[in-house]
């Protein structure tokens, strides 16, 4: 089967190499600080008292005994702990250092150690960037767990990448009997047939076999058909939107008169003198509804014969006809003979069907729109196309014939005929 790259969305695919690919798919934890490390010393600041229901900020805490003090801290804590040394609060984070110290990261992230900051005496400390400042070192950007791929790649061959959108186009064509397949049976198949198309392809193009006659037509052939679809998906599809489904309801159907129908009952029996000695008892007044339940072979029998509304393409051609010849409670003359037997058939009455609902006739419209639209592009691309056509023999196919002009209109009886057209002599008076 020939593999196409549209981006239809197979559920059952998806829902399973989500499933399969997410372990594979989610980062690993940064690793924690050692729960000994000591955490760098914080630099003296004079006794400040901490707003009400604030941390206490005279001292740093351990990566081991307080949690961070915000989310940001602790999706950018370093994986590794360095040892603590004098001057490394008040140094910045290179970019070229392995990772910053843990003090240094909570200054800048911490509200509560970068108030602290901002209050120690000039010195060292005084380089330290201010509350706020993004972290300036790598490792905050490598702790984001990367975005997972839109269409993810589920194979390679030779280099050559199969995506997920193959598998699902590769799905959506096959019969339905094989999509309603188990997602873990189908989806590893779907992927052995597309590795399968890759390497028989590249075989064959190593035989030069593209370069034979009959397979080089076929080619260009799948690859008409495959523009062809293209553009009809392009200039068609965006056309079939509901609202235009709905707006030709409202044209074409909505509040218009439907067919008309009719209310029927009928008795049926396998012989024409069967018929007949019913349609006798019901001119003497014999009631058609027993005489159904105790006569008919029909199923609806049991119904009192009844057939409910229907219109003429409801029924076989010589049934309709006799119904709708009648009027209300009139019953047959004669019986009507099909393919079923002899009826004997009476009409309950007659009414105008109402127009079908938005829902009912849906799919019948959009076919409708697709067809039309269809149309509308196929006279556009034959615009200024010369096209010629040929007999199954070759030779040239006969242009239709001109249609043939209309004939001269009759002289009018007031004007005189032209002397070349009187009779050579007057004809003779008969007595």
């Known amino acids: 089967m020939r593999l196409g790259r549209a981006t239809t969305t197979l559920a059952v695919t998806l829902t399973m190499l989500a499933a399969a690919g997410a372990s ?77 110290a843990p003090a240094a990261a909570a200054a800048v992230q911490d509200p509560a150690s970068s108030a602290t900051t901002a209050a120690a005496p000039p010195g060292p400390a005084a380089t330290t960037p201010p509350a706020g400042t993004p972290p300036a070192t790598p490792a905050a950007t490598a702790a984001a767990p990367p975005a997972k791929p839109t269409d993810p790649v589920v194979a390679r061959v030779n280099g050559e990448e199969i995506h997920l959108s193959e598998i699902n186009e590769a799905g959506h064509q096959l019969p339905e009997q094989y999509q309603k397949m188990p997602a873990n049976v189908l989806y590893p198949l779907l992927v052995d047939q597309a590795i399968d198309r890759i390497t028989m392809a590249d075989m064959a193009r190593k035989q030069d076999l593209a370069k034979d006659p009959l397979v080089a037509r076929a080619m260009a052939h799948a690859e008409e058909l495959t523009l062809q679809n293209a553009l009809i998906s392009r200039e068609v599809g965006p056309q079939i939107t509901e609202a235009a489904i709905r707006a030709e309801y409202d044209k074409t159907v909505a509040g218009k008169t439907g067919e008309e129908e009719v209310h029927a009952r009928h008795i049926l029996v396998s012989s024409e003198a069967d018929a007949v000695k019913i349609i006798a008892e019901l001119k003497k007044g014999g009631d058609f509804a027993a005489l159904a339940k105790a006569r008919s072979s029909d199923p609806g029998a049991a119904t009192g014969g009844d057939l409910g509304w229907f219109k003429k393409g409801d029924m076989l051609p ?86 043939t002009p209309a004939p001269t209109p009759a002289q009018a009886p007031d004007q005189t005929p032209a002397a070349s057209d009187a009779p050579a002599t007057a004809p003779k008076a008969t007595k």
């Open 24 to 100: 594979a798919q989610t980062p690993a934890p940064s690793s924690p600080a050692p729960a000994t490390a000591p955490a760098a010393p914080a630099p003296t600041t004079p006794a400040t008292p901490a707003p009400a229901g604030s941390a206490d900020s005279s001292a740093a805490p351990t990566a081991a005994s307080s949690p961070p003090a915000s989310p940001a801290a602790a999706t950018t804590a370093p994986a590794a702990t360095p040892p603590a040394t004098d001057t490394s609060a008040a140094t910045p984070p290179s970019p070229t250092s392995p990772a910053p």
């Open 318 to 403: 010589a049934f309709s006809a006799a119904a709708f010849a009648l009027k209300p409670g009139q019953i047959t003359d004669k019986p009507v003979h099909t393919q079923y037997g002899w009826h004997i058939i009476k009409l309950e009455g007659r009414r105008a069907s109402p127009a079908p609902t938005f829902a009912e006739v849906h799919d019948d419209l959009r076919q409708k729109l697709i067809q039309d639209a269809v149309q509308r592009v196929l006279a556009e691309s034959k615009v200024g196309v010369t096209i010629e056509r040929y007999n199954p023999d070759g030779s040239p196919l006969q242009a239709p014939a001109a249609p």
